[in-house]
T-cell receptor, first 114, second 111 residues
Framework: GNSVTQMEGPVTLSEEAFLTINCTYT??????LFWYVQYPGEGLQLLLK?????DKGSNKGFEATYRKETTSFHLEKGSVQVSDSAVYFC?????????????FGKGTKLSVIP | SQTIHQWPATLVQPVGSPLSLECTVE??????LYWYRQAAGRGLQLLFY??????ISSEVPQNLSASRPQDRQFILSSKKLLLSDSGFYLC??????????FGPGTRLTVT
């Protein structure tokens, strides 16, 4: 089956530190990959995505590269801010007909302290 | 532009009481609609999805049910709540090849 594995949190960083949140996946087909972010008390927002191998998704200073050889989609940011404190979810969706579902990882909570 | 609404935002219900959560989408037609649950300390679990009026697919057997009486309305229900039903319920929509967009969520506490 399809699954997504994220590094367990919580992750606590000082402002301006470098962030990496690891994500690996298993899939029966050729998936699209996503990172969603959930700020406290809110729903999920799409942060970035990549639809094929070697694609790099980027948004708000965050980046993730689709690595087919390592089945990974690690999230990175060079300098985090307090406002980046949130829960981050890695997800995949198989492409093709009937691809209705997103499969999510369990989420990684990030806390950035001043 | 498209927007998605959920209500209520928070709800406290006793064990054994009924439940009805509503989700509506504006600015689109014939979207796919989804209900997810996020339990405390756990990830997102897909509960139901719908590709059209009256069409519901269940992903996890449980005491919850879903209905889609109108194109842009998706309702999550229960006849008798359990303590384990507590969590954060998220509705999402998707159209065509576009990605899923999530509503603000409903926090349900069953006491």
């Amino acid at each position: 089956g399809n699954s997504v594995t994220q590094m367990e949190g919580p992750v606590t960083l000082s402002e301006e530190a470098f962030l990496t949140i690891n994500c690996t996946y298993t899939a029966t087909g050729y998936p699209s990959l996503f990172w969603y972010v959930q700020y406290p008390g809110e729903g999920l927002q799409l942060l970035l995505k990549a639809t094929k191998a070697d694609d790099k998704g980027s948004n708000k200073g965050f980046e993730a590269t689709y690595r087919k050889e390592t089945t990974s989609f690690h999230l990175e940011k060079g300098s985090v801010q307090v406002s980046d404190s949130a829960v981050y979810f890695c997800a995949l969706r198989l492409t093709g007909a009937g691809s209705y579902q997103l499969t999510f990882g369990k989420g990684t909570k990030l806390s950035v302290i001043p | 532009s498209q927007t998605i609404h959920q209500w209520p935002a928070t709800l406290v219900q006793p064990v054994g009481s009924p439940l009805s959560l509503e989700c509506t989408v504006e600015g689109t037609s014939n979207p796919n609609l989804y209900w997810y649950r996020q339990a405390a300390g756990r990830g997102l679990q897909l509960l139901f999805y719908s590709v059209g009026i009256g069409q519901i697919s269940s992903e996890v057997p449980q005491n919850l049910s879903a209905s889609r009486p109108q194109d842009r309305q998706f309702i999550l229900s229960s006849k008798k709540l359990l303590l384990s039903d507590s969590g954060f319920y998220l509705c999402a929509w998707k159209q065509g090849t576009y990605e899923q967009y999530f509503g603000p969520g409903t926090r349900l506490t069953v006491t």
